[in-house]
């Protein structure tokens, strides 16, 4: 298995169904609440929030929910320091602020995307906009720290990759 995520291709992996799949089911409030990852690119994360009736903030105030907003936020951000790890580490949410600028738009499906901006001395540093149908509603900071433990999560994404990895070399010998 490969321990370096600078020597893997985890951007193409976080494109793909399967780990759509592993990261909707290793958190139950993934699923739970219809979170999507949309795209990665660079040190950067995308994820869609969809509309749902449950989440939102009141039966009279149809808009999301910031609770919802904060953990779709959260998860895009620790994917995001995932993707710029010199080393496997599991990470926890150090400090996390949201600042919502206007409430979101009734009824709306919401994109949140998440930018890594350095790790220094084992500390992530993190952007993030929440965005709506007429645009940016809020914006996040956060820090993570790299425990230095062993990360579960990313063993299994690492696995998942060699074996892809593995196929298409085999599908290209054949």
Do not use: W
């Not at 989440?55 to 907003?69: D, W």
């Not at 593995?166 to 290209?172: E, R, T």
Request: hydrophobic fraction near 45%; glycine fraction near 6%; proline fraction near 4%.
């Amino acid at each position: 298995m490969n321990n370096s995520p600078g020597e893997a291709n985890l951007a193409a992996l976080l494109k793909s169904p399967e780990f759509q799949t592993m990261f909707t089911e290793r958190a139950s409030a993934h699923g739970d609440i219809g979170i999507e990852l949309v795209d990665s690119a660079d040190q950067q994360i995308s994820m869609r929030l969809p509309f749902s009736d449950a989440l939102t903030r009141s039966k009279t105030n149809p808009s999301l929910h910031p609770g919802a907003v904060m953990t779709v936020i959260d998860s895009a951000m620790g994917l995001a320091v995932m993707m710029n790890l010199s080393e496997l580490s599991s990470l926890a949410t150090l400090e996390l602020r949201y600042d919502e600028l206007r409430e979101p738009q009734p009824h709306s499906d919401l994109m949140i995307t998440a930018q890594c901006e350095s790790i220094d001395d084992r500390i992530a540093y993190l952007t993030a906009s929440a965005v709506d149908g007429e645009g940016e509603f809020a914006r996040a900071v956060g820090r993570f720290i790299l425990t230095g433990a062993a990360s579960g999560f990313l063993e299994q994404a690492y696995a998942m990759l060699a074996e892809r990895q593995l196929q298409a070399g085999i599908a290209d010998d054949v």
